[in-house]
Nanobody, 118 residues
Framework: QLQLVESGGGLVQPGGSLRLSCAAS????????IGWFRQAPGKEREGISC????????NYADSVKGRFTISRDNAKNTVYLQMNSLKPEDTAVYYC???????????WGQGTQVTVSS
């Protein structure tokens, strides 16, 4: 069964950058669309980006567009989320998820905490 593990979270100052990784095991990521989500305390989970399994097309929520970049390295069975110009409101637990199409996911990681604070 496909398992996803996020890493790369941490504490960063406003304006800083982090790169999150979503590493897969148990199955190849080639067949899957991968989405990134986040959930801040007291708020609903927010879908922020997705990369398709074919063609590599990507989409982003308005809240992160122009600052975050999703990419995949199928050879490493890993999807990345490069986060630049981070803001305190980006503070959340970040999750990756896999499905056959963007917007419909069947497998979830355990999450990684991102804290943006001075």
């Amino acid at each position: 069964q496909l398992q996803l593990v996020e890493s790369g979270g941490g504490l960063v100052q406003p304006g800083g950058s982090l790169r999150l990784s979503c590493a897969a095991s148990g199955y190849t990521l080639d067949y899957y669309a991968i989405g990134w989500f986040r959930q801040a305390p007291g708020k609903e989970r927010e879908g922020i980006s997705c990369i398709r399994n074919t063609g590599g097309n990507t989409n982003y929520a308005d809240s992160v567009k122009g600052r975050f970049t999703i990419s995949r390295d199928n050879a490493k069975n890993t999807v990345y989320l490069q986060m630049n110009s981070l803001k305190p409101e980006d503070t959340a637990v970040y999750y990756c998820a896999a499905g056959f199409v963007c917007g419909s996911y069947y497998h979830w990681g355990q999450g990684t905490q991102v804290t943006v604070s001075s």
